[in-house]
Structure formats: structure tokens, C-alpha cells
């Protein structure tokens, strides 16, 4: 079986600032992608970041960046010059590869101080 | 704005009702994806359907069931509800069924609440 774990419930950053949101996995299977999607307010789900496990190089996207470990089963988010609108719930998420549906994490709510 | 759309945004209705969600997904999307999100349970994939055909099952129960018609669209419906069905009901789309995991994309929710 799957399972995705996010050990920080809450956490908060100044704005400007940057932050790190942790993920663990666990699966016994060798091609999967990992996933970050937001969860601003307004319920909305909204990709992130993507990342293919057969990929060394770590997924970067503008202000975002993983940091994949696929030995330790690992998968970090890097919000860098976190803004006012970073504001949400972030859930990480994990999927095999030609098995779609997403195995999610508890999420974690990330607030940027003004 | 992801493209999928869920109708309707919200809805409140009693225990022992039948409701039907509605969700179209992005134009050119084959598979749809249902997922349930309350405070319990979190965020659960319930199934999947691609061009017309079920393709995978998750924690769905008995009482709810879906189906996706031929211009793609799908509706989620639930019945004999319970108060714990009461949750953020998301559909997500995609490109793809199988052989690489494509990303889906979500739409904005149906909130249901049952009383």
C-alpha cells in the first residue's frame, strides 16, 4: 500500500522569507511521481509541482522548488520569497505510474506573515 | 481557473436523499477522477472513469455511484446519505489512462452538507 505523511500541520513564514514543507512516502514500487498541489480559501485544488521519480534533477517551478531523496523516500517543498498569496494548505501527493489516482498526505497550512 | 467545472457549488439536503454532482472536464480530457475531501478522512480518491469506462475504484462506498457519458461528462451520485457523507467533493481531469501518470487537474468542488 501507499501512504504519504506530512509531519507539520502548521507552519508559518515571514513574507519574503522561505520555507520548507516535508513529505515522507512509502511505496515498494520504483516508478511513481510525487505531487505538491495548494489549497488556498477558496477550496480550490491547484498543482504545484510535479515531480517524475525516474528523474534525478528536482522539479523546479519560478519561487518553487522539491527536494526529492527517492532513497529516503523524501520529497520536500521550497516556497523561496514566500508572498501574501502562498497562503494555504499544501498537500502533497503521490501516484504510481499508469495507476492515476492520488494517494494524498494530511496537508500542511502554511501562513505568510505580513 | 483549472477548466473543470462542478456543479452544483453547494448543497444542503437531509439524511436519507439521493444527490447527483455533476462535473465536465477540460476540453480534450478523457478521464475523470472523483475524490472526497472531509475533516475525518481527508482526501480520498473514490473512482475513475476514461472515455465512457470505469477504471479504477477507490473508497468508494455502495451507496454512491458514477458514470461518464459520451460528450465526457460524469456525475457522482450519492444516496441513502448520512451524515458523514457531509465533505468537499472535488473531479479532476486528465489527458491519459494508463502507460504515464498525467497531471490532473481539479475543479472547484461541490460542498455537500446533509442535515
Known amino acids: 500500500a501507499q501512504t504519504v505523511t506530512q509531519s507539520q500541520p502548521e507552519m508559518s513564514v515571514q513574507e519574503a522569507e522561505t520555507v520548507t514543507l516535508s513529505c515522507t512516502y512509502d511505496?515498494?514500487?520504483?516508478?511513481?511521481?510525487l505531487f505538491w498541489y495548494k489549497q488556498p480559501p477558496s477550496r480550490q485544488m491547484i498543482l504545484v509541482i510535479r515531480?517524475?521519480?525516474?528523474?534525478?534533477q528536482n522539479a523546479t517551478e519560478n519561487r518553487f522548488s522539491v527536494n526529492f531523496q527517492k532513497a529516503a523516500k523524501s520529497f520536500s517543498l521550497k516556497i523561496s520569497d514566500s508572498q501574501l498569496g502562498d497562503t494555504a494548505m499544501y498537500f502533497c501527493a503521490f501516484s504510481l505510474t499508469g495507476a492515476n489516482n492520488l494517494f494524498f498526505g494530511t496537508g500542511t497550512r502554511l501562513t505568510v506573515i505580513p | 481557473d483549472s477548466g473543470v467545472t462542478q456543479t452544483p457549488k453547494h448543497l444542503i439536503t437531509a439524511t436519507g436523499q439521493r444527490v447527483t454532482l455533476r462535473c465536465s472536464p477540460r476540453?480534450?480530457?478523457?478521464?475523470v477522477y472523483w475524490y472526497q475531501q472531509s475533516l475525518d478522512q481527508g482526501l480520498q480518491f473514490l473512482i475513475q472513469y476514461y472515455n465512457g469506462e470505469e477504471r479504477a475504484k477507490g473508497n468508494i462506498l455502495e451507496r454512491f455511484s458514477a458514470q461518464q457519458f459520451p460528450d465526457l461528462h460524469s456525475e457522482l451520485n450519492l444516496s441513502s446519505l448520512e451524515l458523514g457523507d457531509s465533505a468537499l467533493y472535488f473531479c479532476?481531469?486528465?489527458?491519459?489512462?494508463?502507460?504515464?501518470?498525467?497531471?490532473?487537474?481539479f475543479g472547484p468542488g461541490t460542498r455537500l452538507t446533509v442535515l
Open positions: 476540453s480534450g480530457d478523457l478521464s
Open positions: 479532476a481531469s486528465s489527458s491519459r489512462t494508463s502507460g504515464t501518470t498525467d497531471t490532473q487537474y
Open positions: 515531480q517524475e521519480a525516474y528523474k534525478q
Open positions: 511505496t515498494s514500487e520504483n516508478n511513481y511521481y
